[in-house]
């Protein structure tokens, strides 16, 4: 092997390392920084050692949260999943409906995210919204700003509107890559709808699929515009996920350190779980 | 297996066809004799593919019948027609392994496990593919997913027919004569009735014992390999099938006789021709056509080396003309006379061959 050596290459990779020194390096450390000292004020800081990480650990609060966390994640990923899929595979793959169905899916998305939590707020209103009030106007004893389980229903329901057109778009764009021949093979072999959907549409959405559920696991692990507009953590402390939770300890009690000691373990427990779930879902690809 | 019968099919994609060029396919009478290998050839564009899928039940035709042993087949499903059909992208389930893709046709239909385990064994043997049969279907080349497809054809007893669209095409070069010549060896062991659809006239011709030649939505002729060439019914034949094609010459018909640059020509044509209206041609095979001492006056423009022979392009007059000199012949430098060979010159009128 000949291989040339000339450091020149470094001077190119300079202003990539630079940007991501500072937006992604920097602010990390600094919250490395805070999550292992103490300061009572002043700009003065004590070593505290892994202090933070314990007592974040410990914490029962902690716990409720990231158990909230996961009850909503994969409440979302249950639904906006299997739901996405069953769109996609309703929506035409040719003619003029195509992209009336694709600018209709793409809406939700394009809306900014604290609009959203502020129509859905507005929306399940139980007194002057049209959710809140035609609920209850069916009987239904609806009130997400006092009862817990209405509060959780009406969350999930926003994130499921929100979001399942992301699932949809993607696989329908998988859906629309695999070519007439397979459908007319399956015909020709007697494939009842099912095998089709089983051996054909679904090996072949398999790695867009994968994609949507990593994007859709990470994103709503960190969801916090609209749920703090929709609910802000409540009713008590009953919708607290992680992020909101995070935001009171670090703004609203300005505990830096366990904040900074919890962002690291809120950082690690995504970084984690994602790569469980991506070498999971590729290990099947590698056999 | 079964006779397919094709009966005044004609078939537009667009809703409502009012002018000859809407229909994809012309009226079309065609029948395919039970155990027979054809081959479906023709341009790109000239209803090959049309025509396969009518027959094959993926496509309705918009007039007309398909019968298969004489029972209408025209509104069932393809997999109640019992027909097998290979791609031309291989077409295969990816989940699934080498074996369960054999066996899924059958499976689909109920047949139980130990039938299903001796035909996928019998045919896997068939196709060289029984070394791989624990493989999954993702990981194959090219040429072993096409055989999986080809496979899944065979796998059922029952099949009445099977289809192969440009099936060649992703193969490569020197895997093509193995494939071509499996399927030909496979016709000769199993005897069911095999169309092949392709635009390459070698695939054609070496498969098939009967090539239905089409053009522009009709078929032009129907014959066997030496008949398309030795006696092309259409101008259409002679092009497209031969390398190069055949000359068709503009010619005049003077006392019952045709001629070229203003010599006269023998021709194979017995009937009367003073009096033909239209489009008259003379059409002569390169092969058929030699340097003589007599005949039409021509001047060599141009000679090209293929080989076992030579590609001589020369000009009667204004119209430019090939023939084929076999290896080693002596060519005229300039001035030349051309002798065309009686028994394989036609006389067209319209396209069409004059009897």
Same mark, same amino acid.
């Not at chain 1, 994640?73 to 769109?87: D, K």
């Not at chain 1, 095998?195 to 990593?214: D, E, G, S, W």
């Not at chain 1, 515009?225 to 929709?230: F, G, Y």
């Not at chain 2, 497209?240 to 068709?248: D, T, Y």
């Given at each position: ?13 300079? @202003? ?24 009572? *004020?002043?700009? $003065? ?36 999943? @299997? !739901?996405? $899929? ?5 929506? @035409? ?22 609009? $959203? ?21 069916? *009987? ?33 764009? *998988? ?27 679904? @090996? ?8 949507? $559920? ?26 607290? !996920? ?13 505990? !830096? ?31 | ?5 094709? =009966? ?49 039940? &993926?496509? #309705? ?5 398909? &019968? ?31 074996? =369960? ?34 493989? #999954? ?37 020197? &895997? ?54 030795? #006696? ?43 009096? &033909?209206?239209?489009?008259? #041609? ?67 009128? =319209? ?5």
């Amino acid at each position: 092997m000949n291989k040339t050596h000339d450091n020149k290459a470094w001077l190119f990779v300079l @202003p990539v390392v630079a940007l991501v020194a500072f937006n992604a390096v920097i602010p990390l450390m600094t919250v490395v920084n805070y999550s292992v000292q103490e300061t009572f *004020g002043d700009n $003065v800081f004590f070593w505290a050692g892994v202090t933070w990480f314990e007592q974040v650990l410990q914490s029962e609060r902690f716990h409720d949260a990231l158990l909230r966390q996961m009850f909503f994640t994969f409440s979302i990923l249950a639904i906006e999943v @299997p !739901l996405g $899929v069953a769109i996609a595979l309703t929506m @035409p793959r040719k003619g003029p409906w195509v992209p009336v169905c694709l600018v209709l899916m793409a809406l939700p998305l394009l809306i900014p995210w604290n609009v $959203v939590g502020a129509m859905w707020n507005i929306f399940a209103l139980p007194d002057i919204g049209l959710l809140g009030r035609s609920l209850n106007a069916l *009987g239904f004893d609806y009130n997400f700003t006092r009862q817990p389980g209405d509060a959780w229903f009406t969350l999930i329901l926003m994130d499921v509107w929100h979001w399942t057109s992301l699932v949809v778009l993607l696989a329908y764009a *998988g859906l629309v890559s695999i070519p007439d021949a397979y459908y007319q093979a399956a015909k020709i072999d007697g494939a009842r709808p099912f095998a089709i959907f089983r051996y054909i549409q679904l @090996p072949k959405m398999k790695r867009v699929l994968t994609i949507a $559920v990593l994007l859709r696991f990470m994103d709503s692990f960190m969801i916090y515009t609209e749920l703090s507009v929709l609910t802000g953590g409540g009713p008590g402390n009953s919708t607290t !996920l992680l992020s909101i939770d995070l935001v009171k300890i670090a703004l609203g009690q300005f505990d !830096l350190g366990p904040a900074a000691a919890m962002s690291l373990i809120y950082f690690l427990i995504i970084l984690a779980l994602s790569w469980v779930f991506y070498t999971l879902m590729m290990r099947n690809e590698q056999q | 297996m079964a006779k397919i019968v094709l =009966d005044t099919l004609r078939h537009s994609y667009m809703p409502n066809p009012v002018q000859d060029s809407d229909w994809a396919l012309k009226q079309l009478d065609l029948q395919w004799d039970d155990g027979g290998a054809y081959a479906l050839l023709g341009p790109s564009g000239c209803g090959k593919t049309t025509l396969l899928s009518i027959i094959s039940g &993926l496509l #309705r035709p918009t007039h007309g019948r398909v &019968l298969f042993d004489g029972a209408d087949v025209t509104d069932l499903p393809p997999d109640r027609r019992h027909i097998a059909q290979v791609f031309q992208f291989p077409v295969v389930y990816d989940t699934m392994t080498v074996y =369960d893709n054999l066996a899924f046709p059958l499976r689909n239909r109920g047949v139980d496990e130990a039938h299903v385990d001796a035909r996928v064994r019998e045919i896997a043997e068939m196709i060289d593919l029984t070394h791989m049969l624990e493989r #999954r279907a993702a990981g194959l080349t090219a040429d072993g997913k096409q055989k999986i497809s080809l496979g899944r054809g065979l796998v059922r007893s029952d099949v009445n027919a099977i289809m192969f669209d440009e099936p060649l095409t992703v193969i490569d070069p020197h &895997l093509k004569w193995q494939l071509r010549s499996k399927l030909k060896e496979l016709h000769q062991r199993v005897r069911t009735t095999m169309i092949y659809v392709t635009h390459d006239q070698t695939e054609a011709l070496t498969f098939a014992d009967k090539v239905v030649v089409m053009n522009e939505g009709q078929v032009v002729q129907i014959g066997t390999p030496v008949e398309l060439f030795e #006696r092309p019914q259409h101008t259409f034949v002679g092009h497209f099938i031969g390398s190069p094609g055949m000359n068709v010459l503009p010619c005049e018909i003077r006392e019952g006789r045709a001629h070229v640059a203003g010599t006269a020509v023998d021709t194979a044509t017995t009937g009367e021709i003073g009096a &033909l209206t239209g489009e008259v #041609r003379v059409g002569v095979r390169p092969e058929f056509i030699r340097f003589a001492e007599e005949g039409v006056p021509a001047r060599v423009v141009k000679v090209s080396d293929a080989g076992r022979f030579q590609v001589v392009e020369v000009r009667a007059g204004d119209l430019p003309l090939k023939l084929l000199v076999p290896e080693g012949m002596e060519i005229p430098s300039e001035e030349a006379r051309l002798a065309f060979d009686p028994a394989h010159t036609q006389i067209y009128r =319209d396209g069409w061959i004059v009897a």
